[in-house]
Each structure stands twice: as structure tokens, then as C-alpha cells.
């Protein structure tokens, strides 16, 4: 193994001029990368290439509204500072409250997260369901992109080799829906991996007529699932009993599970339908879940055979 | 010691050491002087070796393989069995089998060498599961028909029972493999001190690798000095496996003459160590008119893996716990340990018993839910009680508490009222399971076999050494020991010194396993505390000396496994409860009640750490503790595929005891380490199947399973298949 360098730049000035002169892996919280170039132990982790640790940039760092409403994440924001924040939209502030234990949380960063481009990430679901941007930058200027269009595929990212992602900035928030949902199953309680997670929104106009709706569904095929057709076939109409089984149906067919399709099909289904159904019903809680607990007195009999 | 009752809690001896972090485990050792090493092992699940291409090793590394066991050594791990072979010759019969340890003194040029070595196979088809195994795929590699073990065994005359009955129905019920995840990952240092071998070891057993390898050199036991290290966690994945290890490091340090060291990673560790054996129990249950149980028979059936090892006494447990904690008119057990070509199945608490108690559970819920009993009512009529007759036609000879037991759990956890209240399939649902574990070994094993010895010895400053061979493996016994020892000596427990064992300083008190420690080597110690209090005040430096006796009149045959197999069983009583999300089939456990029969306890604090260990450890094994095997390869390899509980899965337990004294276990204790875990999954899966109103005859049964079954699976309340 040839020796390889690794740059801790101070500034984003810095960074960008490294990036611009060479090819570095660029490691953010290292959740994934060290667990991916993990050696044995005493040996030091193998990387093919030099890395540069982006952790000082201060520039990255921080959660403000911007002067259009939105919000902006810095990119090295880790989970726990963007759970814990009340100005960040609902939706991700579960994602991140829930992905891997506590240690990892404050590790881990929303910029990472986006590009790893794990079908399995947590921050992805959210952000594509509240037509989340990236901002791309590199000594040439800035980009922004829709975080859904970023992520091309599997494990693969829009990213020009001299670019650093530096802002996520997310439009809407829960604010801007009557009705809204998100739920992972992971493979137990904490610490856990997503076996699916399904994120929707729904907002009413006049004459229960449907304003917006939006759907993402994680772990559910070769990247985060959110499709556009599908939510137009409820969007201008009614909720009906008939209309919740055509999205149902439609959105059925743009997911693809590999393992577990039965579970993740079905789960899908019958999340989607608890959800619209709610609405429906207009609850005074505008948070939707799975089911009312039971242990909730005086809340009505769940139906179990839905 | 200052307290009135055993029982009151004290701090843990190795509290300090452990949760400050400065307890040094067999990898914080400085064994500079030592070469690293890697394992060579099987990548393939069955076949023939071929051809072996080892890189050219530079000076000071060494290819260690069957080859360098010398002239009069056998190539072989004594276990129970001696079947098991130290390093793979011609053929490979799993995946991960032992061939070489590369040794060297620089990791990395290790790392590197150890990716170039290339193995050439003539791969045969495997035979993974337990049908695969008894359909003989790929052909028959043990006996002519893959069968490692069997035995059988009958009370009553269930055949002419049979011919009486009204209906006989028929269920099967199946179990998974289950990884120890112990916190530390195996390990293991061999080197030469005055002319002896000298092991630094994780371990349950120190006893059991000098027996097991010492035949690899042709050389007696003595020659081999075992010290266990502190050992973080076990449960039964430590008692044999290090033998794995310690074999061919021994084979090593005999060929290089310098101390050698291996140390697993998780993954490692993870995908080349034993796991607890899959079962599936074929039950065939004759009813008379009114539903009454008239015979029942089991065939019980245990992947044992590659080699039999230790699988015969995990699947005679077995087959002595498929009644449960009931005496039917006429039963019968039969149990085959079969043959296939996965990492050997070997111990993890409970030993086999779980297995067949989660299955005889489950069919008896069964039972009782197709006539449309509640499963606690069923199970009521069958309960067997003191002077019963066991599977093995000896009697229970103590009182059983079951009863008692019940009434805790029914009070705490408000039972009768909420199976009323829960429909079948209402999403809500509440299960209940009872089990038991016979502590120590089996029979007459603790006289015929271990013959435990154990020492005190008192110094001229009033201190007191207990020496033996059990070890603290985070169970506890560090502190129980030297407890009952204070106790009845009337001294501080500090005053009481009790090391980690080192095979030549101590006698053999037998392995720390099977339930036995607290019941048969405390009782040494007791015993032994009782001769040293006459002479305590007169004698300044001495050692007094117990070993065990068997109580006479409780005979065994272990060649028809007919007696007294178990003098004291530990019995549980456990409750849990359960809602399921409608949407996602995920399945939140709302709470758990539980009452134990551990004797008298030692100390309340640590037997309470065992049962909220044991009950969520068994609740883990019937939900998300899925490994697969995948023609012949294991699938989950890390603790992110391999789903262990957290505290965040289950709410905090309710737990309650009875008092029974057993009267030849010090202060009146019995065994519970194993017992513990015995029960939990099958209330588990009772109270699910409720829940969801559907019948679950396998685990672990995790969310997707669980959607499965609410969408196709089979409703609780038909019949289980009717074969006349």
C-alpha cells in the first residue's frame, strides 16, 4: 500500500482548492467511510486515494431560515443537531432522530447522508418529499439541484470531482401541509436499519377538494421512491375510497423491493391507506401514525384487518 | 458478612474494574514477545482440497497445518466427541473449517500473505438444513445416513394409547440458529513459561482445553496450563469453542517455539463460530373425545452441523425437557442429531432445552386454541407435581411451585382480565409460557464424569481463597462465590479472595456450564466454609478439601437414559403482552411478568440482572435473531445484520420469585442462569399469534414474518392436521 496524504483544510477557500488540484475522498462525520474502509484492528483503514476531512469548515455548518423562508442545513450538520431543531422541517427532524444509536448520530451528517446514496439512508426520504436542494460548490461558482435529481442512482451522485456539497436547503415544512406522516420500521426499536420508510403530506383546499400531496417511500428499490403521476391522481380531486386504491395500486408499481417484497408491498399499501383515510376523517391531530395506540383511553377500537 | 439474609444485594466484586474500564481482557494484554496469526479457513461449504498454493513467506512466518502435528499426536479436538478435527486434511465439511494458521510477527505482512493464499477445491453439493441433512443430499458424509446421535425414549405405551384415541393430530415446529454475540469476540494467547504451555484464554471451561488438546502432542493435560482471562460474556458460545483456537495455537508454539496469539474480529467471529443448534419437533398428539391429551409423540430433530462435537448431550437435554412442565399419560421422545454441512452447533444457554420447550409450548397453545380453550386452562390440566413421573421414568423430587408461581403472574400482569378483553386477532394479545431447566448435569454426570473438587484455604491474615474452576463470565460468579463463603464464615467479603482460574493452581471443579456452578460448586464451597469455621480461630494457615457426592437413591442409566435425570429443576412462569401495528406488522411488547423457582437466591440484585438478560435474550431468539444459513454460508456476519435486542425494545420487567429451598444447594439455591432464558419466546409468540389471530409455528418471526402471517397464514382456531 502506497502512503497516501490527508488534508484537514481550515476553510472552505481551502477545501475547494484542493478539490480543484486533486482527487480526494472527501469524509464528512465518517460514519460510513471508515466502516467501509474498516481494517482490521491496530491496522490503520486503507484508502485508495487521499482524503481530505472537511470537519473544520465552519462555513458548513449552522441551520438558519433564509430571507425566503426556507431552511438552509450546512452539510456537516449531524443528525442530532438537526433532531434537535425546531426550526427544521418535521419530516427530517424524525428521519434523523431515528437513524443508528446515539454515537452515530453525532457523528453522521446530513451531507454524508446525501451522498452515500444508500436506498436505505434516512435524510434522503424527507428531503425528496419536500423538494429539498443542493447547493454544489467549487472554485468555478454554485449549483443548486433537487436533492432527487442529485442522487442518480445505487450509491451514485451528481458530484463534479471539484465540487463540495455545501448547503441543503428545503422549501416547505410541515407548516405548509394539514396532514402529515412518516414512519419508519427499522429492524428493531434503536439502532436500527430501515426495512421501509414511508414519508407523505397532504394538504386540503376548499370542498375537501386536494390541494397537495406528496409520498416517498425509502428501502424500496435502488433509491429513495417519490413519483409525481402518482400523487397528480389525487391532487385536484376528493379523497375516495376509490381514489386512495388507485394511488395505492399506482404507487405499487413504481416501487421495487428486492428482499422482503411481500412485507415492504403490503406495509406500503397499508400505510398509505391509514394515512389518506385519516384525512379524511380530519382529526384534530394534524401528525398521522400507524394506528391510535391502544392504550390511549377513550380513543376509538382500531380495526385490525384493514 | 454483616447481612441476615444471602439473598440481600451487594456490589458486584468486578463492578469497578468492568464499568471503569480497567478489567484487562485476553486482547489488552501486552504479549509483544508473541506472533500474530490468522486462520486459514474452508471458503467453501463441502468439497475435497485440492491443491494449496502458500505464498512464499519471509523469514519469521510459518504455515502451521495438520502436517506439524507430531508423530503419536491426534489430529482432533476432544470435546464430548472427539470427531471434531483440529485442522482440516483432505476434505472440508463447512464452511470456515480450520486448515492452516499462518503465523508471523508484523500484522500487516500477515494481512497481506493471508490474501494471497490460494485453496483449489473439488466442491460437492452441501447439505444445509435439517431435511437436506436427513434426505442425505450430496450423499451421506456421517454413517450412511447423516444421522451424528440418537436416542429414544418412552413413558406409558403411546402406541396403544393411540389405538384408544379419538383424533390424533400432527404439528411440526421449527427454530433457528442463534449467535451468542457475546461482548468480547474470542481470543486467545499460547505461550512457553518454564517449559510448559501456557494459554491466555476467553473461556468458560480452563479445564476442558487442556483435556481437548493435549492429544495434538501426545502429552498429558498437566503439561498445559490454562489461565482464563477476564471473559466478557459467553453463554455457552465459550465452552467448547475455544478448543478451535487453543488446538492449533498449541500445534503452533510446538512447531515455532514462540508464543503465539489469535483474536477474532465480530465478523470473524460472527461467520467461524458455533451457534445454538436449529431443531424442528415433529408432534403426533392422540385426544380423546373430550380433548384430552391421551399420548403424545415427539420427534425431535437437531442440525448438529459438520461434526457432532458436543451435539449428543444438547439433543438428549432436548429430548428430557420435549415434556415441559407436564406429565402426559403416555409419551415418547425420539431425537436425532443430524449431520449437515454448517459451522458445528454447540452450546448456548439452555443447552438444547429451549428448543423443544418453545415447541411443546407452542403445540400446546395450539392444542388448546383449535378446541377453543385459552391456552393457560389447556395447559392447567397436564402440570406435573412433586413425585411425578419424568421423560425419562424417573420422579420430580422436589415441590413444584408451579401454582404458586401462577398465581404471581395472574395477579401482576392481570391476565384473565385482559385475555377477555383482547380478541383473537384484535391487534392486542397476551401470552403465557411455563418451562424448566434441570440444573447440573444430567444423571448421575456430576459423580460418574466430573467428579468436582474445590478448595478454601485460609492465610495467616485471616484471609480466605477459594480456589476452583469456575469462572466469572458477567453471570456473576465472582460475587456469588466468595459471598456464600463470607457468609458462613462470618467475615467480610472482601476478606474473601477468588482469581480468575489458573489450571495449576486449582483443583478441577468441572466446567462453568449446565446450571451447575451456584448449585454444586457453591454447595463444595459451603461445604467446605462449614469444616474451615471449626478450625478458624485455632488454625493459621490451612486448606480444607470437599468434592461432590450424589445424594444415594436417585439412581440414572445413562446407557438408557432411564432415572433421576435432574435432582433440582429451576421452573418459570412468564407472561407477555403484545400490540401489533396494523400498517407494518411491527410488534411492540407492552410488558412482561415473570416468576421464577431458583431455590433460595443468592443474591437478588445479580439473579434479576439473569432474568431481565435471559427472558429478552430468549425474546430476541423468537423475533429478530434471524441467521440464515444460504447454501452453506451465513448471511448475517455484523451486528447491523444481525439484530440483537436494545433496552429500547422492551419495557421494564416484572419480576417475582418463589421461595423453595433445594436442599442440597448451598443456602437452599438452584441453577437459573439457563432457565431464564427457557420460556420467554414462546409467551412471546402465544401472545402475537393472538394478536394477529394467526398460528406461528416457527421463529424467529420477525416484521416481515409477521406480515406474512397476518396475510396468509393459517387461523389460530382450525385444527392443527388431522392424521386419523
Known amino acids: ?306 | 458478612m454483616d447481612i441476615n439474609d444471602i439473598s440481600t444485594a451487594v456490589r458486584r466484586v468486578d463492578a469497578l474494574e468492568k464499568c471503569s474500564g480497567t478489567a484487562k481482557y485476553v486482547s489488552d494484554y501486552d504479549f509483544n514477545d508473541c506472533l500474530w496469526s490468522k486462520m486459514i479457513r474452508s471458503s467453501i461449504p463441502r468439497g475435497i482440497i485440492k491443491n494449496i498454493r502458500i505464498p512464499t513467506l519471509p523469514d519469521g512466518y510459518f504455515w502451521v497445518d495438520y502436517k506439524d502435528i507430531p508423530k503419536g499426536g491426534k489430529n482432533y479436538l476432544h470435546m464430548i466427541a472427539t470427531d471434531w478435527k483440529c485442522f482440516a486434511e483432505h476434505d472440508v465439511r463447512y464452511t470456515g473449517e480450520t486448515i492452516a494458521l499462518l503465523c508471523g510477527p508484523d500484522k500487516k505482512i500477515l494481512e497481506d500473505l493471508y490474501k494471497q493464499v490460494e485453496i483449489e477445491y473439488e466442491e460437492l453439493e452441501p447439505a444445509v438444513t435439517i431435511d437436506e441433512g436427513l434426505n442425505c443430499k450430496g450423499g451421506a458424509f456421517v454413517n450412511d445416513n447423516n444421522i451424528h446421535c440418537h436416542l429414544k425414549l418412552q413413558v406409558g405405551d403411546v402406541d396403544s394409547a393411540f389405538k384408544k384415541a379419538d383424533r390424533i393430530v400432527t404439528e411440526t415446529i421449527e427454530t433457528g440458529f442463534q449467535e451468542h454475540v457475546y461482548l468480547e469476540t474470542n481470543g486467545a494467547c499460547c505461550k512457553i513459561e518454564n517449559n510448559k504451555y501456557v494459554f491466555y484464554v476467553s473461556a468458560q471451561c480452563p479445564f476442558y482445553i487442556r483435556k481437548s488438546i493435549a492429544p495434538l502432542l501426545n502429552i498429558s493435560p498437566d503439561e498445559i496450563i490454562v489461565k482464563q482471562t477476564v471473559t466478557g460474556g459467553a453463554f455457552g458460545g465459550k465452552e467448547h469453542f475455544p478448543d478451535v483456537l487453543c488446538g492449533p495455537l498449541l500445534v503452533a508454539v510446538h512447531k515455532i517455539g514462540k508464543g503465539v496469539k489469535l483474536f477474532f474480529t465480530r465478523e470473524e467471529d460472527m461467520e467461524n463460530s458455533v451457534k445454538r443448534h436449529p431443531s424442528k419437533v415433529v408432534f403426533k398428539t392422540g385426544l380423546d373425545k373430550n380433548g384430552n391429551i391421551l399420548a403424545m409423540e415427539s420427534k425431535v430433530y437437531y442440525n448438529a452441523g459438520g461434526y457432532l462435537s458436543s451435539s449428543f448431550v444438547v439433543l438428549q437435554r432436548g429430548c428430557f425437557h420435549v415434556s415441559g412442565c407436564y406429565e402426559f399419560p403416555n409419551f415418547s421422545s425420539e431425537g436425532f442429531g443430524v449431520a449437515t454441512n454448517t459451522f458445528p452447533s454447540c452450546a448456548f444457554r439452555g443447552f438444547g432445552a429451549p428448543q423443544t420447550l418453545f415447541a411443546i409450548e407452542t403445540h400446546m397453545c395450539h392444542l388448546a386454541e383449535m378446541q377453543g380453550l385459552d391456552p393457560l386452562e389447556f395447559k392447567k390440566r397436564y402440570f406435573i407435581k412433586k413425585g411425578g413421573i419424568t421423560s425419562t421414568n424417573g420422579k420430580v423430587v422436589e415441590d413444584v411451585k408451579i401454582p404458586e408461581m401462577l398465581n404471581q403472574v395472574l395477579k401482576t400482569s392481570d391476565y384473565k382480565r385482559k385475555v377477555k378483553q383482547y380478541a383473537l386477532g384484535s391487534g392486542k394479545g397476551i401470552g403465557i409460557s411455563f418451562y424448566n431447566h434441570g440444573g447440573a448435569f444430567t444423571g448421575n454426570g456430576e459423580q460418574a464424569i466430573i467428579k468436582a473438587k474445590c478448595k478454601l484455604k485460609k492465610y495467616s491474615n485471616g484471609k480466605v481463597e477459594i480456589l476452583c474452576g469456575q469462572t466469572e463470565m458477567g453471570q456473576g460468579f465472582k460475587t456469588i462465590l466468595p459471598k456464600i463463603a463470607a457468609k458462613v464464615l462470618n467475615i467480610p467479603l472482601i476478606d474473601v479472595i477468588y482469581n480468575n482460574p489458573d489450571t495449576s493452581k486449582v483443583p478441577d471443579s468441572g466446567p462453568t456450564a449446565a446450571s451447575r456452578s451456584t448449585m454444586i460448586v457453591g454447595k463444595l464451597v459451603e461445604k467446605a466454609a462449614l469444616l474451615m469455621k471449626e478450625r478458624f480461630n485455632k488454625e493459621k494457615e490451612f486448606e480444607v478439601e470437599t468434592s461432590y457426592e450424589h445424594p444415594e437413591g436417585y439412581d440414572w442409566d445413562q446407557e438408557n437414559f432411564q432415572g433421576y435425570a435432574y435432582l433440582g429443576y429451576g421452573w418459570g412462569v412468564c407472561v407477555v403482552e403484545v400490540e401489533v401495528d396494523p400498517c407494518t406488522g411491527e410488534v411492540t411488547t407492552k410488558g412482561i411478568w415473570s416468576s421464577h423457582d431458583a431455590g433460595h437466591l443468592i443474591d437478588e440484585k445479580i439473579v434479576h440482572g439473569q432474568v431481565n438478560g435471559g427472558v429478552i435474550q430468549g425474546i430476541g431468539w423468537a423475533s429478530t435473531e434471524v441467521m440464515e444459513n444460504i447454501n452453506g454460508y451465513f448471511k448475517q456476519k455484523s451486528m447491523s445484520d444481525y439484530i440483537i435486542p436494545t433496552s429500547m425494545d422492551y419495557p421494564s420487567q416484572y419480576v417475582d420469585f418463589v421461595e423453595n429451598p433445594y436442599k442440597w444447594g448451598p443456602f437452599g439455591a438452584k441453577g437459573m442462569g439457563e432457565l431464564v432464558f427457557n420460556g420467554s419466546g414462546a409467551a412471546y409468540i402465544d401472545a402475537l399469534s393472538r394478536a394477529i389471530g394467526k398460528r406461528i409455528s416457527s421463529i424467529p418471526c420477525p416484521t416481515e414474518k409477521v406480515m406474512e402471517y397476518m396475510l396468509n397464514g393459517k387461523d389460530i382456531k382450525d385444527s392443527l392436521n388431522i392424521c386419523r
Open chain 1, 1 to 306: 500500500m502506497e502512503k497516501i496524504d490527508c488534508y484537514i483544510p481550515e476553510t472552505l477557500q481551502e477545501a475547494l482548492e484542493i478539490l480543484h488540484r486533486e482527487d480526494v475522498i472527501i469524509l464528512a462525520g465518517g460514519s460510513d467511510l471508515m466502516v467501509f474502509h474498516k481494517n482490521e484492528p491496530s491496522l490503520i483503514p486503507e484508502f485508495e486515494k487521499s482524503v481530505m476531512i472537511i470537519r473544520n469548515l465552519n462555513e458548513l455548518k449552522g441551520i438558519r431560515i433564509n430571507s425566503n423562508g426556507e431552511c438552509e442545513i450546512g452539510a456537516l450538520c449531524t443528525s442530532n443537531e438537526i433532531a434537535e431543531s425546531t426550526i427544521v422541517p418535521w419530516h427530517l427532524r424524525q428521519a434523523a432522530s431515528r437513524m443508528g444509536a446515539v454515537g452515530l448520530r453525532n457523528s453522521a451528517t446530513i451531507g454524508g447522508n446525501i451522498a452515500n446514496a444508500s436506498p436505505k439512508g434516512d435524510m434522503p426520504g424527507p428531503l425528496y418529499l419536500l423538494d429539498a436542494r443542493v447547493k454544489l460548490t467549487s472554485l468555478n461558482g454554485s449549483r443548486e439541484m433537487l436533492v432527487s435529481d442529485f442522487i442518480i442512482k445505487f450509491k451514485s451522485i451528481d458530484l463534479k470531482k471539484d465540487e463540495l456539497i455545501t448547503k441543503i436547503i428545503i422549501p416547505y415544512s410541515e407548516r405548509d401541509f394539514d396532514y402529515i406522516f412518516w414512519h419508519k420500521v427499522g429492524t428493531r426499536k434503536s439502532n436500527a436499519i430501515s426495512k421501509i420508510t414511508v414519508g407523505m403530506a397532504l394538504k386540503f383546499a376548499e370542498d375537501e377538494i386536494v390541494k397537495d400531496f406528496r409520498l416517498s417511500a425509502t428501502s424500496t428499490g435502488a433509491k429513495t421512491n417519490r413519483n409525481r403521476d402518482v400523487e397528480n391522481l389525487l391532487i385536484g380531486s376528493k379523497i375516495t375510497e376509490e381514489n386512495i386504491s388507485r394511488v395505492i395500486e399506482a404507487f405499487d408499481q413504481v416501487i421495487s423491493p428486492r428482499a422482503m417484497p411481500v412485507f415492504r408491498r403490503e406495509s406500503t399499501k397499508r400505510m398509505i391507506r391509514r394515512f389518506l383515510s385519516q384525512c379524511l376523517l380530519h382529526p384534530e391531530s394534524r401528525v398521522i401514525d400507524t394506528y391510535d395506540s391502544y392504550y390511549v383511553p377513550g380513543s376509538p377500537k382500531p380495526v385490525f384487518n384493514i
